[in-house]
């Protein structure tokens, strides 16, 4: 029972990052960077280069996941 609650969290959690993080990818960083302060350029830029980590680290957790399960099942 334990192990359907969390399975439920993190289709949650990848549910929660997916339709809420691309849409702070929307700001072009030049465009975002009109008023020339540092803040307002350097947060679209550390999220568009961040982004591929992101989802290297949420597709790293889910395999870890689903092997640690699987050894458990066995």
């Not at 960077?33 to 350097?42: C, E, H």
């Not at 999220?47 to 689903?66: Q, R, Y």
Request: proline share 5%; aromatic share 10%.
């Amino acid at each position: 029972m334990q192990s359907l609650k969390m399975k439920f969290r993190w289709i949650w959690i990848c549910i929660i990052l997916i339709v809420i993080y691309p849409s702070f990818m929307n700001a072009c960083p030049v465009c975002a960077g009109q008023d020339n302060t540092l803040s307002d350029i350097l947060v679209p830029i550390t999220l568009l280069l961040g982004t591929p980590f992101a989802v290297a680290g949420i597709f790293i957790a889910v395999v870890l996941k689903h092997n640690k399960t699987e050894k458990e099942n066995a």
